[in-house]
């Protein structure tokens, strides 16, 4: 029994590790070495929560250590590095783009105390954006940008802080009612995606296009989410 207990929580923790070592790694401008962690963090966050669930041993403790490793693996992780990342184009402006961990902290505190996120989110929830910002930076990192991008990429950091905070509806996979043919549509766009950025990036033996497709993902699940909440205001 106490070792069904400890499963969850030691893959909480598992997140946590991936999280600090993908922080790591944004600081030697390994940033792709940091997406995969992060992505490797979304994992193990999938499975503590569904393990606590199967196994039928959910806790206060496992919710609360679940909000602070998610803080750091799609917190702080991605803001590092954004910020990493534009430190060497603009400066110290560049600290603007850690005020994606703070917000990220505030979503989480609010998606713990509100009870109307049992099934769909407010808010943009956290690892879509830290997949976003993730691969952002490991594609961008393989160009040469001009003098002007860098500028919008931080104020796209605050729109995201926005948007993470926002009373803006959001669906999820476990969203009750959710049309089956929506689901399909989406992820099949999301397939979609994944297939023709993996094809570029073979033929051009570029992994920062197959990367891509994570950033171009969340992108077609934002744009997705408004046209649905737009087709449920219409009906």
């Not at 893959?11 to 992060?38: H, K, R």
């Not at 049309?179 to 999301?190: E, P, V």
Request: aromatic share 14%.
């Amino acid at each position: 029994m106490q070792i069904k207990r400890i499963i969850p929580n030691s893959l909480t923790c598992a997140n946590l590790l991936c999280g600090s070592v993908a922080v790591y790694m944004a600081t030697q401008q390994e940033f792709v070495l940091a997406f995969a962690l992060i992505i490797a963090g979304a994992i193990f966050d999938f499975f503590d929560g569904a393990s606590a669930r199967w196994l039928k041993v959910p806790s206060p403790l496992g919710v609360q250590l679940d909000s602070l490793a998610d803080d750091i693996t799609f917190g702080l992780a991605p803001a590092m590095a954004l910020m990493c990342y534009l430190k060497p184009i603009i400066g110290w402006w560049s600290l603007i783009a850690l005020l994606m961990a703070a917000f990220s902290a505030l979503r989480l505190a609010k998606f713990n105390i509100d009870e109307r996120q049992t099934t769909s989110f407010i808010g943009l929830a956290t690892p879509p954006n830290a997949i976003f910002w993730a691969s952002i930076v490991c594609w961008l990192h393989t160009l040469t940008l001009p003098t002007w991008l860098p500028w919008l990429l931080l104020g796209g950091s605050l729109i995201s802080c926005y948007l993470l905070v926002s009373e803006i509806p959001f669906f999820s996979f476990k969203s009750a009612g959710e049309s089956k043919m929506r689901m399909s549509i989406f992820l099949f766009g999301c397939t979609a995606i994944m297939g023709t950025c993996a094809t570029i990036a073979i033929i051009h033996h570029q992994i920062s296009i197959a990367i891509f497709a994570g950033a171009l993902c969340v992108i077609w699940y934002i744009l997705f989410n408004f046209c649905t909440l737009f087709d449920k205001k219409r009906q």
